[in-house]
């Protein structure tokens, strides 16, 4: 049995840096897994898609399904998508099956976030380079009842990988 691990949270908060360490893990403990970066996914798959609110649900749409046929075919995906909207991370869920869906909350003050800034996008946004950016302009809904909350301002990637993995361990057995 598989099932998703969902990361959610600010740009900047640490999702892509924590799943490719989770996919890693997994890895050496021969599961066989696949991040889905919603960075990447958005320069390719979904391409298409602006951030208007209809363009990022079905952004989070796409992802979804993409990770349930993964799922079903064995493979255990790991999603690092800042997934604004709550209603559209619920409904994910309920596609994928309560039982096989483990919400993740990167939980970053927005402070942290833009002092780290790896990709710039913050900086561009004070430029005014970036419009309906999720966070500034636009909002974060957290989740309400995740799965696992991680501080990654307070916890290193490799103690918020060993926060996961007994999650896995129950879903995997």
């Known amino acids: 049995m598989s099932c998703v691990?969902?990361?959610?949270?600010?740009?900047?908060?640490?999702k892509t840096t924590i799943a490719y360490a989770l996919h890693d893990a997994?890895?050496?403990?021969?599961?066989?897994?696949?991040?889905?970066?919603?960075?990447?996914?958005?320069?390719g798959l979904n391409s298409d898609l602006g951030f208007s609110p209809a363009d990022r649900q079905e952004n989070v749409r796409?992802?979804?399904?993409?990770?349930?046929?993964l799922m079903d075919d064995g493979v255990l995906?790991?999603?690092?998508?800042?997934?604004?909207?709550?209603?559209?991370?619920?409904?994910?869920?309920?596609?994928i099956g309560e039982d096989k869906f483990i919400e993740v909350y990167v939980n970053c003050p927005i402070e942290?976030?833009?002092?780290?800034?790896p990709?710039?996008?913050?900086?561009?946004?004070?430029?005014?380079?970036i419009q309906q950016f999720t966070g500034i302009h636009q909002t974060y809904e957290a989740p309400l009842h995740p799965d696992l909350v991680i501080k990654s301002d307070q916890v290193s990637v490799d103690?918020?990988?060993?926060?996961i993995l007994p999650?896995?361990?129950n879903q995997l057995a």
């Not at 995906?77 to 596609?95: C, L, Y």
């Open 112 to 117: 942290v976030c833009e002092q780290r800034d």
């Open 77 to 95: 995906p790991i999603v690092a998508s800042i997934s604004p909207q709550r209603e559209d991370r619920d409904r994910v869920r309920r596609q």
């Open 119 to 129: 990709k710039g996008l913050y900086k561009k946004v004070r430029m005014g380079e």
């Open 167 to 169: 999650r896995l361990c």
């Open 26 to 43: 997994l890895h050496k403990r021969g599961v066989v897994s696949f991040v889905i970066d919603g960075d990447k996914v958005r320069k």
């Open 62 to 69: 796409r992802i979804g399904a993409l990770a349930k046929l």
């Open 5 to 14: 691990v969902w990361l959610t949270g600010l740009s900047g908060s640490g």
């Open 159 to 163: 103690e918020a990988v060993q926060s």
